[in-house]
């Protein structure tokens, strides 16, 4: 009852003085008073495109009330009480309605879905967060100085890279759509904190539905700028209302944020292949833009997430491994939703220099071609060029959904190679890497799940792995120069002594079952799972950093990617 | 409605594509480095920035100029423009397709691969013909169509573009083979297994560089293959031909006329095929042979001799 009440009823301040955006203020600020036109603008662009053709119409009344009566019987909740009775009477009258109700109908359901869609923004809530966030997340790390210098440990702990000052700069020219890679659920937490930090923008974007039962996350959810996506609905409307939610708020000038691979990375890879729907919607937005010649631009910044420690590790290789990762698409049971291993992840990772770094990538145009600091499009070599060139048909910028489409593809394979460009190696994943190919190396013949089962079995000497850790970090730095991907400074500057030992402190004491351990000079492999969810985000470079002999261990692990 | 098109490239096929597009009656433009006599109403330029006006841009250079002319492309080429190559070759070790080496150079999104069993001389003719367009583009398939189609020739569309560049490389390689099959006197049923199979061992590489199978059964492949086995002259045949009578690959290359993608593509497909642990009896084989690693007759014995799975 609560639960629904908190999700289907904001929590809101209440007004007594509206606030007066300033000219100053970023684009959200001025949200609450455009969120009625924004509703309406897209329940009339969803209505016009199926009123016109009866069939098409007919098809979407018959999806709604198909997909939510089998919804709201599997849910047996109080929601399912209140609306299945509506849903069924519909679905039997459809076929008898004239056009008129059909369409009445129609406008009906699509404004109710826009509107529990639909977020909310509070300054003022913005500015408590802003001062309050870093604290309570420095103070859950360190309660002891929870009161004192507690945002200084965040500061410790979250380092951001990337060109800011021209992110600063785009952002009064058009609107920046973060894209990330997605490893943790803490990620639109991090990266909301890194945005502040570096005087970017607060951006709007799509929380799942779940997150908003939790009280207090679900008050700052709604007034954050938050839209809510209720995964459970099938409905194929709905996902149309979605995407021209996402699109209409990019035409309009809102930053946003969503995340291409749709899902955590259940195997700790860097994301290769990205879902296209919300990123073809802010295609569509330049190009809707560019057809009613409104000068905003749009420009994706690539951004990359990496976590020396991942809070989730151990459920999503889990996951991975059982190759659940359809069927558990929603996973509502892992550490996440589990407040003693917040309390365990982050007493860990106050301990942790740079346990993790976010990277804002260079940002690039819809078509992939990297932009300057005025918002021009350049060519490989320089060269600025018109993006609305893209779009034109005989000169003239038309409305094309399936070149659109092309172009998100393409978008998307761009975004593959940059994810591997900007990724940041942590030093857990580095050390991973190694002891996972000795294992590899230890082991000719044996498929993935016999080693997997090796757990205490296998010892490696200390001094040959670290001379072995010592190479494998020379060669990726090495790969780094040539700009194929990034290392952190702890990777750079740490012996590999050090780094062994590192990595076995991060994961020891936080993780449920034990990586590895020193016993003497031997380093005893643990759980080798857990290496093999750390070590996968060097899957694309195993074979760069190998030496010959390392050669056909490196390609059985590089070909773990292969299928994806 | 007249199309603005670029032809860059005045080897058989580019000269083809110029010739087809102009009887159609679209505004065509060839860019070669050297001056050429061409017919009537197609003009020749030697500067690439009489490319900037074309709409439509046709690639029909062997794939190791490939990087140089996509540089000199991307100097006067936009987002308005479409490309379409011919190429039947591959770039580097890494088998980068034309597709990649354009998207990397210039910034032309637009872009489509041409292959299939069409051959220049049918092209320039009108004579009936078909060919596969690979592209994620359909607007991109309509202008093809409109600057080459028409009755006499069938340009079919796939989005799986990758698969046909690789199926369009890889053919190459298969007619040197079965041509040097066909020289030595293997049986036709020999060939017809050597083709199958050969087509199998392509598509199982491919498909690791991002290829549907169904591709290379298709005109990209197959069909390709097809036309190559009945006779289309193509300078693969005279290759493998000139390999089975005994000269050495270099002499051979010289023979065939033409320069010959598939030999390069060959040891790179090979050598990525080995990293992943992929078998490549047909090309691991012939690669031997040709480097004289391996005599004809042990050759056949090899294959032959080899465990017989499922299809």
């Known amino acids: 009852m609560l639960k629904r009440f908190l999700s289907e009823r904001p929590l809101r301040l209440p007004h007594i003085k509206p606030y007066v955006p300033r000219p100053s203020d970023p684009s959200i600020f001025w949200f609450n008073s455009e969120r009625d036109d924004i509703v309406s603008d897209v329940v009339k662009r969803i209505c016009t495109t199926h009123e016109p053709d009866r069939a098409r119409l007919e098809i979407a009344l018959n999806d709604a009330a198909y997909h939510e009566i089998r919804r709201l019987e599997t849910q047996r909740d109080e929601e399912a009480r209140d609306r299945l009775g509506y849903w069924r009477s519909m679905i039997r009258r459809i076929g008898k309605m004239d056009d008129t109700e059909q369409r009445r109908v129609l406008h009906t359901i699509v404004t109710e879905m826009t509107r529990d869609v639909a977020g909310n923004f509070d300054p003022r809530v913005y500015r408590f967060a802003r001062q309050a966030a870093p604290r309570l997340i420095g103070g859950i790390m360190e309660p002891r100085r929870l009161v004192a210098a507690a945002p200084e440990s965040l500061d410790r702990v979250l380092k951001v890279q990337g060109d800011l000052e021209r992110l600063r700069q785009l952002q009064n020219e058009g609107s920046l759509v973060f894209v990330p890679t997605h490893s943790s659920n803490l990620d639109s937490i991090v990266l909301a904190q890194a945005l502040e930090i570096s005087g970017l923008p607060p951006v709007v974007y799509g929380a799942g539905k779940n997150l908003f039962t939790n009280p207090i996350i679900s008050f700052f959810m709604h007034n954050l700028g938050a839209y809510r996506v209720d995964r459970r609905i099938r409905v194929s409307l709905y996902k149309d209302i979605l995407k021209l939610y996402s699109q209409v708020m990019i035409e309009r000038g809102y930053h946003s944020l969503f995340f291409p691979g749709g899902t955590r990375s259940r195997s700790g890879m860097i994301e290769r292949h990205v879902k296209l729907g919300l990123l073809g919607s802010a295609v569509e937005a330049f190009t809707t833009n560019q057809v009613r010649r409104i000068d905003r631009p749009v420009w994706f910044v690539p951004t990359t997430i990496n976590y020396a420690l991942v809070l989730e590790a151990e459920t999503l290789i889990k996951d991975w491994l059982m190759e659940e990762g359809q069927a558990r698409y929603i996973i509502e049971d892992d550490e996440f939703s589990q407040i003693d291993r917040w309390f365990a992840f982050f007493r860990k990772m106050v301990g942790m220099r740079g346990a993790c770094t976010i990277r ?205 | ?184 006197g293997l049986d036709p049923s020999t060939l017809a297994v050597l083709a199958t199979r050969g087509i199998v061992e392509v598509s199982r590489i491919g498909q690791t560089l991002g290829a549907k199978e169904s591709t290379f059964m298709g005109l990209a492949g197959l069909g390709d293959l097809i036309a190559a086995v009945a006779g289309d002259q193509r300078p693969e045949l005279r290759l493998g031909r000139a390999l089975a009578q005994g000269v050495d690959l270099s002499n051979a290359v010289g023979e065939a006329g033409a320069y010959v993608e598939g030999i390069d593509v060959a040891g790179h497909l090979i050598e990525h095929a080995r990293r992943l642990g992929l078998e490549t009896p047909i090309s691991s084989t012939f690669a031997a042979v040709t480097e004289g690693r391996l005599s004809q007759d042990d050759a056949i014995q090899a294959l032959m001799e080899r465990r017989v799975g499922k299809e």
């Open chain 1, 360 to 564: 804002f990538g260079d940002p690039i145009d819809p078509f992939g071609n990297r932009v300057d600091a005025r918002g021009q499009s350049l060519t490989p070599t320089g060269r600025a060029i018109d993006p609305g060139g893209y779009v034109e048909q005989r000169g003239k910028p038309v409305v094309d959904a399936l070149r659109d489409a092309a172009y998100t593809r393409e978008l998307g394979e761009v975004l593959a190679q940059r994810y591997e460009q900007d990724t940041v190696l942590m030093s857990t994943q580095v050390v991973a890497h190694v002891l996972f190919r000795d294992l590899v190396q230890s082991t000719p013949g044996m498929d993935l799940f016999a080693r997997l089962r090796l757990r205490g079995e296998i010892g490696l000497d200390r001094e040959t792995l670290c001379q072995e850790l010592g190479e494998a970090r020379d060669r990726l730095c090495a790969l780094e120069a040539k700009g194929r991907v990034r290392t952190s400074d702890v990777v750079k500057e740490d012996t590999p002594s050090e780094l062994l030992e590192r990595a076995l402190s991060y994961w020891n004491g936080y993780h449920d079952s034990t990586a590895a351990t020193l016993e003497g000079n031997r380093v005893v492999l643990g759980d080798p799972s857990l290496l093999l969810y750390y070590q996968n985000r060097l899957v694309p470079f195993a074979e760069d950093i190998a030496s010959p002999e390392q050669l056909q261990a490196a390609c059985e692990i590089r070909n773990l990617g292969a299928h994806r």
């Open chain 2, 1 to 184: 409605m007249s199309l603005r098109v670029g032809v860059v490239g005045a080897g058989g096929f580019g000269r083809a594509i110029a010739l087809a597009s102009a009887r159609h009656g679209h505004e065509v433009v060839l860019w070669s480095r050297r001056e050429r006599d061409l017919p009537d109403p197609i003009r020749m330029s030697t500067d690439v920035a009489d490319i900037r006006d074309c709409e439509l841009v046709f690639l029909a250079v062997p794939a190791r100029h490939a990087v140089e002319v996509a540089e000199q492309l991307g100097e006067v080429v936009d987002g308005r423009h479409s490309m379409v190559h011919v190429s039947r070759g591959l770039v580097g070790a890494e088998l980068k397709t034309i597709t990649q080496v354009i998207r990397d150079k210039t910034v032309c999104r637009r872009l489509g691969a041409l292959a299939g069993p069409l051959v220049a001389d049918a092209l320039a003719e009108g004579r009936p013909s078909g060919a596969i367009l690979g592209t994620g583009f359909p607007d991109l398939t309509g202008m093809v169509r409109e600057a080459l189609g028409g009755a006499g020739l069938r340009i079919y569309e796939t989005r799986d573009v990758v698969g046909v560049e690789l199926a369009s490389a890889t053919v190459g390689f298969l007619t040197v083979v079965l041509a040097y099959g066909q020289e030595v």
